[in-house]
């Protein structure tokens, strides 16, 4: 069974934005806002399929060499974004809704 168009992810990301969007600006705010900037540009290709939304964030969730993401603020704020689309397509896979 094919898996359902990445565009059903973009409600749910647009959501999370709005959430973020009076935020007081910092450098955690502007990393989880990228990324979700990032993952509702990937979902909004009409060949993509939330398998592949998916793949996307995990490939960004990896943890890259040369590095230090434990010392930026804005890797550990890029990094949930994408943790947070990630956990919102799980739940659209599973049926469940925003």
């Known amino acids: 069974m ?3 168009p990445a565009i059903e992810a973009i409600p749910l990301i ?6 973020i969007e009076n935020s007081p600006p910092d450098s955690l705010v502007s990393g ?8 509702q540009s990937a ?11 998916r793949s996307y964030c995990l490939d960004n969730l990896r ?3 040369f590095i230090d993401e434990g010392d930026s603020e804005y890797l550990r704020g890029y990094r ?3 943790r947070i ?9 599973s049926g469940g809704s925003g």
Not at 85 to 93: P, S, T, Y
């Open 32 to 39: 989880r806002r990228a990324a979700l900037w990032r993952a």
């Open 14 to 19: 647009r959501r999370r934005l709005a959430e």
């Open 43 to 53: 979902a909004a290709r009409l060949d993509r399929t939330l398998d592949d939304l």
């Open 2 to 4: 094919r898996s359902p």
């Open 80 to 82: 949930e974004g994408f």
């Open 63 to 65: 943890p890259r060499r």
């Open 85 to 93: 689309v990630f956990e919102e397509v799980r739940r659209l896979e």
